[in-house]
């Protein structure tokens, strides 16, 4: 016998590989420049010059052992350090590379803290809508999740639906700030009122109520938004931070968790973030891309391509009809389907090549996710099958 658990996660098709597989029979149809995949969140600025430079200068002037060999469980030491030391000079703290803990990515960053502070009979709570892998690393960890439903005025936080789903089982709080899938920020009122009840509630309950923070978005923000760094606003958080956008390196694989020492328990916390990596098998970061991202800290992508594509999107797609609210960051509009179901909307918008996801999936029915991480010659052809799209429910309802 096999985990049936297991085999259900693994068998089922996503959504999202579907529409992925619709694109590439199409693309094969009528050519791939003719089918608009909003998809998926793959970043498609390049990486910068400087992440080659790293790896070729790492190649050639390191010995191949140091380079491709095993590096502590937690990471680097070094690699740590000039982490500590580049978010010091960000946000004047005073980490120090023994709070850092290297991941494979941000999804790595996120099981490994969940499973360091949850388990069975456990509640993690996130806002929908949400990255759907919460629920399969918190529901890993014998933790169950549970959704605060989503506010769709702005996509902020329904702080009365909230304030009732916390519990004394409650454990930790997911935040996405800039969010996948609206793109939208968290405003400063959000985020102190956040932090103002998280604290009361530990208080009323007398344990701490971890912060769980999913950041790799961090540096894709537009119009001077401010993206708050929650640890100097609350102290039970734990920093879950990846490279995979901002330096547009999401296939290899590294991020890293921060243990801030104003944690409780600190030390504690930061041994179970160790011993969560350990159960789940992660052994290390991989060490070539820990070196390099040493040397390219403070460095991004061009990203000024996302904001171009969510101008010419959001300001055409309001003269069609549709309804969003204006992202602040990351790569993604969330987008009001023209009709109840966002699938059935999908499928007619497949019928013009364009391609999203549905926003039942993210916890979040009659939404779907436009994902503008593509080329701006892409978003500029792709206007006018989103206006036939927005004309044919005009019609239709006429
Ligand atoms: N969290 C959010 C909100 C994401 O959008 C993603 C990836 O798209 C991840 C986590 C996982 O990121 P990584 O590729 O660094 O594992």
Redesign the pocket.
């Known amino acids: 016998m096999i985990s049936q658990e297991m085999y259900e996660l693994g068998s089922k098709r996503s959504v999202i590989r579907e529409i992925f597989e619709f694109g590439k029979r199409r693309a094969s149809e009528v050519g791939a420049e003719n089918v608009y995949d909003f998809s998926l ?1 793959n970043p498609n600025a390049p990486a910068p010059a400087a992440v080659k430079e790293a790896l070729l200068a790492l190649l050639n002037e390191e010995d191949s052992v140091a380079v491709h060999g095993y590096t502590s469980a937690q990471g680097d030491a070094e690699v740590r350090q000039a982490i500590a030391d580049y978010l010091n000079g960000l946000y004047s703290t005073a980490y120090r590379a023994d709070q850092l803990y290297m991941t494979v ?4 960053s ?1 099981s490994v803290s969940m499973k360091a502070v949850a388990e069975a009979g456990d509640e993690v709570i996130a806002f929908a809508p949400y ?1 759907p892998e919460y629920k399969v690393f918190v529901e890993a960890t014998g933790a169950s999740l549970v959704v605060v439903p989503p506010k769709t005025d702005d996509f902020q936080i329904e702080f009365g639906a909230f304030e009732r789903l916390i519990t004394p089982k409650t454990k930790a709080v997911l935040v ?1 700030t800039p969010n ?1 899938p609206t793109g939208v920020v968290y405003s400063r009122e959000t985020v102190d009122r956040l932090c103002a009840l998280l604290k009361k509630k530990e208080s009323e309950y007398g344990h701490a109520i971890y912060l769980i923070t ?1 950041e ?1 978005y961090r540096e894709i923000v537009y119009d001077d938004a401010e993206v708050p760094w929650f640890p100097s606003l609350y102290a039970n958080t734990l920093v879950c931070y ?1 490279y ?1 956008k901002s330096l547009s390196v ?1 296939g290899e694989r590294i ?1 890293y968790v921060l243990v801030p020492e104003e944690v409780e328990e600190a030390e504690k916390v930061y041994a179970a973030v160790c011993g969560a990596g350990r159960a789940l098998g992660y052994v290390c970061a991989p060490s070539l891309f820990q070196k390099a991202i040493a040397r390219c800290l403070g460095q991004t992508a061009d990203l000024s391509v996302y904001r171009t594509n969510r101008d010419t999107l959001y300001r055409a797609l309001g003269e069609y009809g549709f309804e969003c609210v204006l992202p602040e960051g990351a790569f993604y509009l969330f987008v009001k389907a023209l009709e109840a179901d966002a699938n059935a909307f999908c499928e007619r918008a497949q019928r013009h090549d364009l391609l999203f996801v549905p926003g039942d999936g993210f916890g979040c029915p009659g939404y779907v996710r436009i994902s503008y991480c593509v080329r701006p010659d892409t978003v500029r052809r792709s206007l006018p099958a989103f206006a036939k799209l927005a004309e044919e429910y005009r019609t239709a309802v006429k």
């Open positions: 969140g990515g941000a999804a790595a996120l990255f996405n996948n999913d790799p990846s995979s999401p991020g």
